[in-house]
């Protein structure tokens, strides 16, 4: 049985730029880009009007995208201090305005991401940004950073969630071709 | 000239339990409690599930009270490893819901409310529970702590914003007071 082409959105949270990507694909087949891009908003801006204007663009893209499933960077407490907190703010928009539609949100996090897409958990920005290009047979990398980590993350979504369908397929087959309990046949 | 009454809420954020308290008064004069409570969220649900369930209160309780400001607890990235990223969401969901409303939206550190509550910036939690008990002439202390917090946050803005507000109004004061320059009088 083929599994059906999975639309993920990721997102790869920040305040001052919040990295957009979606891809379409199954595991084991071709990916392919349907949009990149990047939400800035200004550093000097009150937090409150920043979280808006990233609401209003992930709203947008949610509205144009239609995705099946959104992925998002798992933001850790102990990464980068200084700007952890406005990730984190900016990553419960992004996962509120997805499950507001009732959307699957998952959260990878940036190790299971690099060791999806490059093979390795500790790879370089770079590194992933060659394979993103590669995989999606782009003409050039994706810029800045942020809009080619949040097509990694997307990727990565589409694969694992891939190998996760497989599993609970396998179980339920392997669940319905048991015979039900007290069932004589 | 007196200021006019100024209704707060207080958000203390969190994602098992949220604090909201509102107060209405004026630097120097009696606070009044408007509301008091805390939203709730299982800490076994998806996190996109509880962050909706959080704006929903935030925008039950914004419809209902229609605050003139918000006061918001801020979260430094330094305490409590393990729920500081819940709490950064949290925050940001409230701040959120007030900036969409155009509301002004401040964050006090928890030092700010202590030391504005009980003159010491290193109160301990029951401390401050008294003395929002008192200042709001309560029959018993708010419980959870939580909700305790909202109101001392409310109760601090209303004080730290009634300062700011009559400074600036004395620093208007003086410059209207001031000929223009280059006209004689």
Sequence with gaps: MRLPELRVMGVDPGLTRC???????RPGA?????AVGVVRTPPDADL???????EAEIERWLDELR???VAVERVFAQHNTR?????AQASAVAILCAARRGL???L?????VKAAITGSGTADKKQVGTMVTRLLRLESMPKPADAADALALAICHVWRGGVQN???EALAKAQSARPPRGVRQ
Tied chains: 1, 2.
């Design 104 to 106: 699957p949100v998952t």
């Design 83 to 87: 700007t952890v907190m406005g990730t």
């Design 67 to 69: 995705p099946d499933s």
């Design 166 to 168: 497989r599993l609970a």
């Design 30 to 34: 071709r990916l392919s880009l349907v």
């Design 108 to 112: 990878h996090t940036p190790s299971e």
């Design 19 to 25: 990295g957009l990507g979606a891809v379409e694909g």
């Design 48 to 54: 409150g009007v920043r979280l808006v204007a990233i």
